[in-house]
């Protein structure tokens, strides 16, 4: 018997309802301009919708209309539209966007997928999303989880989205042609997911074949963190994600076994990195590139859901650098951050100065709402027992006046906790070793990575450690357990 389609999309029309709505679906709802849709489709593309959503926001305040856009050049979009996937690529293609809307379709958003993949950055999925959202006209539009659901219900057997767009058109009832997208991607996102579907808890489970799919565990590490008291973080700067990745970063991974990882100086934007790192099974991942490539960036892998992901620190200054991704869960604020090298000479002192200001104000704001753990590389050692020489570096880079004066704004006058000294006083506990001199071995080293936690939330530090046995880069990772819950 084959596959019952009317039931199913009739069941999952109810259930997607609630879920959130597919950032193109919510752009055409709210604006009802083709050429918009057609804006929020390209920049969409191996994008997370909050990250689109962001980026059409920016981008629509500067150009709302093909004439507007005119106007802005490929650099200014690049900056306005970062960090959304292959921005640069997306730049380029916005900036010619006008001039083909004006030389073929006289300024106008053609309705047609011929017409449509004309045009730059436009393949056959834009297109046919563009006509189906935009212009509410009968075409499918064969995304990733389309293609992929279609086939685990065995609806279609084909290898590639365009297989499923020709097969679909086939045997899809017209009338569902439009809304299947919007529903798949909603249900894709939300309860269909990639990696360990959530069948348990899926409302057409007793029509789905689950062909080619290894359901979630109910009794999976991630439920039993979820009833136990207390969340394991971990905070690494890994010196580049790729050259981590063959050193043994999913052993520690692994074996670390946290309930969040936070990394920094990934050194890689997303589409550079296999999809066993982006989906690892059992996390989400929120990764925050530099735009200059090989260079800095965040990222963080969380096994539960956060209310909301903010990238950056609001600022034009600070966030072309990716390095900032603030978590926000029920009970606590995770930031996760990459602070600035003041670089050799103090040449970029001012700039790191700047930068520990605008985060503490931020640390500042969030701590009047619920609990604030900062962590990740602060670039500094704070006191004489953070480091293995204080003496020669008392002017250098990471323990110069003014980058120690922070800390104790932050430690002393703020009242945060830096959750390692109150578990260890003791010198000759670092986290990062400079790759000369054997330093690591001989451990001439400085601790510059930490977990800090706000004053208020003192008795839910439960222990801190550093991982110093780790190798893998050349700083180590260092972990906090902190209970659920307020203290
Ligand atoms: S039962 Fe599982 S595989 Fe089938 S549609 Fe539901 S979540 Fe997807």
């Known amino acids: 018997m084959g ?67 005119a106007r802005l050049g490929a650099d200014e979009l690049e900056k306005i539209i970062y960090p959304v996937g292959f921005f640069r690529n997306k730049a380029k293609y916005l900036a010619n966007l006008p001039g083909v809307l004006a030389g073929k379709f006289g300024g106008r958003v053609p309705d047609t997928i011929e017409e449509l993949v004309q045009l730059p950055g436009v393949g056959r999925k834009t297109a ?10 009968p075409a499918i539009c064969v995304d990733t989880h389309v293609h992929r659901i279609m086939n685990i219900w065995g609806y279609v057997r084909t290898k590639t989205p365009l297989e499923t767009e020709k097969a679909l058109r086939n045997k899809l009832p017209e009338k569902y042609w439009i809304e299947i997208n919007s529903i798949l991607v909603a249900f894709g996102q ?11 808890a ?41 050259a981590a990745l063959k050193k043994g970063f999913f052993d520690t991974f692994h074996e670390l076994d946290a309930d969040i990882f936070a990394l920094q100086e990934t050194k890689a934007l997303p589409d550079q990195l296999p999809d066993t790192v982006i989906n690892i099974p059992g996390y989400r991942s929120y990764w925050y590139p530099a735009r200059k490539k090989g260079y800095s960036g965040t990222a963080v892998f969380s096994r539960h859901e956060p209310l909301q992901v903010v990238y950056g620190l609001d600022s034009e200054e600070f966030d072309s650098e990716g390095r900032v991704i603030t978590l ?61 020489n204080p003496g020669a570096n008392e002017k250098n880079p990471g323990y110069s006046p003014g980058e120690r004066a922070w800390m104790d704004e932050v430690v002393d006058a703020a009242g945060y906790y830096d959750t390692f000294r109150l578990f260890n006083q003791e010198p000759g506990h670092y986290s990062w070793w400079s790759y000369r001199f054997n330093a ?40 906090l357990t902190f209970s659920r819950g307020p203290a």
């Open 440 to 479: 690591r071995a001989k451990n001439i080293g400085w601790r510059i990575d930490y977990f800090l936690v706000d004053p208020a939330s003192r008795d839910r530090i439960r222990a801190a450690a550093i991982h110093d046995d780790i190798p893998g880069s050349d700083h180590c990772p260092v972990s």
């Open 128 to 137: 046919n999303l563009v006509v189906a959202v935009a212009f509410g006209k």
């Open 202 to 242: 899926c409302v057409i489970s007793d029509l789905c074949p689950q062909l080619g799919v290894t359901p979630r565990k109910t009794a999976s590490t991630r439920m039993a963190a979820a009833t136990s008291d207390t969340l394991f973080l971990v905070s690494w700067n890994v010196n580049g994600l790729r």
């Open 328 to 388: 926000e869960f029920d009970d606590f604020y995770l930031i996760n951050a990459y602070f600035p090298n003041a670089q050799p000479g103090l040449k970029r002192l001012d700039y790191k100065l700047r930068f520990n200001r605008a985060m503490l104000a931020c640390m500042e704001r969030l701590a009047k709402k619920k609990s604030v753990i900062l962590c990740g590389d602060l670039n500094v050692a704070h006191r004489p027992i953070d480091l293995a």
């Open 3 to 69: 596959f019952a389609i009317d039931e199913a999309v009739s069941r999952l029309k109810n259930e997607v309802a609630g879920y959130e709505v597919p950032v193109v679906d919510l752009i055409a709802a709210q604006t009802r301009d083709p050429f918009k849709v057609l804006v929020a489709t390209i920049l969409s593309a191996r994008t997370r919708d909050e990250v689109t959503a962001a980026a059409a926001r920016r981008l629509f305040k500067r150009a709302a209309t093909p004439d507007e856009l």
């Open 190 to 200: 939300g309860t269909c997911t990639p990696r360990r579907p959530g069948c348990d």
